[in-house]
Structures are given as structure tokens and as C-alpha cells.
T-cell receptor, first 114, second 115 residues
Framework: DAGITQSPRHKVTETGTPVTLRCHQTENHRYMYWYRQDPGHGLRLIHYSYGVKDTDKGEVSDGYSVSRSKTEDFLLTLESATSSQTSVYFC?????????????FGEGSWLTVV | GNSVTQMEGPVTLSEEAFLTINCTYTATGYPSLFWYVQYPGEGLQLLLKATKADDKGSNKGFEATYRKETTSFHLEKGSVQVSDSAVYFCALTPNSGGGADGLTFGKGTHLIIQP
């Protein structure tokens, strides 16, 4: 258990509304990530963070923004949700050890945009 | 760039059969390699990992060996159970960059085990 909590776990929202997903970690890891999972695409990186207020784009960042004002929280915001953003969103952290980095995932947030 | 290729399936086997799920990768340098498992409605769980050539990762009866000469990390299990039914993802992360690159995933292999 890597101490990752995502909220909400399930959400249905309307097209054009803003949505924020929250990822909370309890173990002070430096790197945090947001991925989305879609059939036929596997998991794709949206954004990641390497410290408080330090974030960068991933492979599929268009339409998403992130913020990290505290080490333990990493927020993903859809400013104006679209149907193409219906997906399962996973937060992850990177644990650095003697044998390299290992990435652990939260339980996921199922988002439906109608 | 980095990439991971794995058979997508679905792969359907009978209980107690031998399992192999192929995974090959393209990466510069010496990446770490992982297998994750996702049960229906759940998140991704780390199944096993290997960080250098010829390392063997193992967990819950599953094994995979890091083969640099063939750029492969095939997942094997000698006798599968119905409870192994899940989606399996092969992934890699570079060992440079301190974590900035995250993981590069294959598209996942859906495994179905029939009683």
C-alpha cells in the first residue's frame, strides 16, 4: 500500500462543466503523476509533478491542468469537460530505491462526461 | 522514444495451463521493467519488476526475466488459476531522470482463465 487516495472515485458530469480530481499521498514522495486509461490505448501520461509548484506536461495534456500546492496533494482539473475526456484516471507516485524507481498507483477515478 | 509491445488478447486458457504473455520493448540505455495487473474495477497493482539485464522478477507464481539481448520481458506462470483472470500490463521506466519520464505502457493483455 503506497498510501495513495483518489477522490472522487466515480463522477458523472455534463459537457462544459469544470471537474477537479484529487490525489492525496501520505508518504512524502517527490514525483506524482496523472494517467488516463482508455480501451486500445493502455495508460497514457497526462501531467506529472516533481515538487511543490513544479509540474510538466505528459503525452496527452491538452484540455487538462494540474496544481500541486502541497507535497501530499496533486490536483487534476478539466476546465471544460468534453465527452472525449470520459475515462478512468489514475494517480501514481514514484518511490525511489536502491534498485531504481518504482511507480505505484491509486485506485482510480471513473469519470463520465455526458 | 521508448515503447512497449505486448499481445493484446484476449488470451483464454484452461485452469492449470501454462501461461506466457510476450512483452518486448524499445528504449535507450538500461530501463527498469515491470508487470502490473489490473483486476476488474480496480487499479493497477505492481506484480513484479526487474532493474537490470538477467534479473528475474517473481511474485505469486509469476516470473519474468529481463533479456537485454532480445529486449524482452515475457511473463510466465506454470499453472494458472481462475483468480488470475485480469488485464496484465508490461511497462518500462528509464533509470535516468529521477522519475520525470514516468512509465511507458504496453496496451495490456486481457487474460481469461476458464475452470
Amino acid at each position: 500500500d503506497a498510501g495513495i487516495t483518489q477522490s472522487p472515485r466515480h463522477k458523472v458530469t455534463e459537457t462544459g462543466t469544470p471537474v477537479t480530481l484529487r490525489c492525496h499521498q501520505t508518504e512524502n514522495h517527490r514525483y506524482m503523476y496523472w494517467y488516463r486509461q482508455d480501451p486500445g490505448h493502455g495508460l497514457r501520461l497526462i501531467h506529472y509533478s516533481y515538487g511543490v509548484k513544479d509540474t510538466d506536461k505528459g503525452e496527452v495534456s491538452d484540455g487538462y491542468s494540474v496544481s500541486r500546492s502541497k507535497t501530499e496533494d496533486f490536483l487534476l482539473t478539466l476546465e471544460s469537460a468534453t465527452s472525449s475526456q470520459t475515462s478512468v484516471y489514475f494517480c501514481a507516485i514514484s518511490e525511489t530505491g536502491a534498485r531504481g524507481n518504482t511507480i505505484y498507483f491509486g485506485e482510480g477515478s471513473w469519470l463520465t462526461v455526458v | 522514444g521508448n515503447s512497449v509491445t505486448q499481445m493484446e488478447g484476449p488470451v483464454t486458457l484452461s485452469e492449470e495451463a501454462f501461461l506466457t504473455i510476450n512483452c518486448t520493448y524499445t528504449a535507450t540505455g538500461y530501463p527498469s521493467l515491470f508487470w502490473y495487473v489490473q483486476y476488474p474495477g480496480e487499479g493497477l497493482q505492481l506484480l513484479l519488476k526487474a532493474t537490470k539485464a538477467d534479473d528475474k522478477g517473481s511474485n505469486k507464481g509469476f516470473e519474468a526475466t529481463y533479456r537485454k539481448e532480445t529486449t524482452s520481458f515475457h511473463l510466465e506462470k506454470g499453472s494458472v488459476q481462475v483468480s488470475d483472470s485480469a488485464v496484465y500490463f508490461c511497462a518500462l521506466t528509464p533509470n535516468s531522470g529521477g522519475g520525470a519520464d514516468g512509465l511507458t505502457f504496453g496496451k495490456g493483455t486481457h487474460l481469461i482463465i476458464q475452470p
